[in-house]
């Protein structure tokens, strides 16, 4: 696990009423998959707004994949949060593809200013948030 990496990430695009709890959860195995969860239904709940610089229910994960690249042309490697393959590091290609694949709620760190959350898809298409903090 990347305890700083998810530290970050909450301090930087987690509301600060959220902040602790989700730390608290994602710091304990057995609670990790709430932190999830809460995405899952109601991610706006916890994300900071200002920091949301797309959300789409319908998109594909190499369209992502190039928004990402235009961003960040350095990034090659990302963080992954998620029930299947949970504290991974891996490709941004891949990371979005298997996220994609998925039905759950994914979270995918790529930097300290940039990450993306995809909610769990239910009976439309899940919600996909790149939340920026360099924009």
Do not use: W
Not at 30 to 50: G, M, P, T, W
Request: aromatic letters at 12%.
């Amino acid at each position: 696990m990347d305890v700083a990496g998810e530290r970050k990430f909450i301090e930087t695009f987690i509301n600060k009423a959220s902040q602790d709890r989700l730390l608290y959860e994602l710091s304990h195995i057995k609670k990790r998959a709430r932190v999830l969860s809460r995405f899952s239904h109601s991610a706006e709940d916890y994300i900071k707004q200002e920091y949301i610089f797309s959300k789409a229910s319908k998109c594909d994960a190499d369209g992502i994949a190039l928004e990402i690249a235009k961003t960040t042309p350095k990034a090659n490697s990302c963080y992954v949060i998620s029930d299947v393959f949970d504290g991974e590091f891996m490709s941004i290609e891949t990371a979005l593809h298997k996220c994609f694949d998925s039905g759950l709620a994914s979270i995918i760190i790529f930097n300290d200013n940039l990450a993306f959350i995809k909610t769990e898809t239910e009976y439309v298409s899940a919600t996909k948030y790149i939340l920026s903090k360099a924009f």
